[in-house]
C-alpha cells in the first residue's frame, strides 16, 4: 500500500496527538518504554531526564498539531517556479525552488502585512542554512541573498517572527542573478 505526503502527515499528527494525550495524563510512558520507580534511578538524574524528555515531546506536540496542514517545515516544502509571484498568509511556510544553475537566490518580499515582523531563510538540498534574516521594523519590505552554490533543490521559510495570523496576505518572488 502506497501512501501519500498528506496520508504519512496525517498519520504522524494522529500518533503525536495520542502522545500527547498520554503525557498530559502524567504517563511518562509515551514510547512504550519501561516504567522505573524513583527509587530505581542513580542519584536522580533519571528523574530529571525523563521529564525533560515528556517536556520536550509535549512541546514538539503542541508545534506540530498547531501547525498541522501547513508547510512547517523543509520536508514539506510547497513546490514554486523561479520569477513566481507566490502570494500566502502568516504564519508562515517553506517552499521548495528548483535551481538550474549556481548562482545568487534572492528573496524578494514585494508585499507583508504591516504588523507583521518577518524571517526568512534560505537552505540548501541537504538542509544548512544559508541566510537567516530578520527584519528590524513590523511590514518591513526586504531583498535576503544567498549563494547557491550547485544546482538542485533550494528551501526558502517565509514566517511571521511571532507566529502570528495577518488578514492581508504576504507576497514574495524567488529569482537566480
Not at 542513580?42 to 515528556?54: H, K, P, S
Not at 520536550?56 to 498541522?68: D, R, T
Not at 496542514?69 to 511556510?93: C, M, N, R, T, W
Not at 518580499?109 to 537552505?123: D, G
Request: aromatic content about 8%; some cysteine.
Amino acid at each position: 500500500m502506497w501512501l501519500s505526503g498528506m496520508d504519512i502527515s496525517i498519520l504522524q499528527a494522529r500518533r503525536m496527538k495520542l502522545r500527547l494525550k498520554s503525557a498530559l495524563k502524567g504517563d511518562a510512558n509515551i514510547y512504550n518504554a519501561k516504567k522505573l520507580p524513583i527509587n530505581e534511578y542513580r542519584n536522580g538524574t533519571g528523574c530529571v531526564r525523563q521529564m525533560r524528555i515528556n517536556c520536550l515531546m509535549i512541546g514538539m506536540c503542541l508545534f506540530a498539531l498547531a501547525l498541522s496542514g501547513s508547510a512547517s517545515v523543509p520536508g514539506d516544502a510547497k513546490p514554486i517556479e523561479l520569477g513566481q509571484k507566490v502570494v500566502d498568509f502568516a504564519p508562515g511556510a517553506y517552499y521548495e525552488v528548483a535551481v538550474p544553475a549556481a548562482g545568487t537566490l534572492a528573496v524578494v518580499l514585494e508585499e507583508l502585512p504591516a504588523e507583521m515582523k518577518t524571517r526568512i531563510v534560505i537552505l540548501d538540498e541537504v538542509g544548512d542554512w544559508l541566510v537567516d534574516e530578520q527584519t528590524a521594523e513590523p511590514g518591513q519590505i526586504v531583498r535576503v541573498e544567498a549563494r547557491a552554490d550547485a544546482p538542485g533543490a533550494y528551501y526558502i521559510g517565509i514566517m511571521d517572527l511571532e507566529g502570528k495570523s495577518h488578514e492581508t496576505p504576504y507576497a514574495f518572488y524567488v529569482e537566480l542573478e
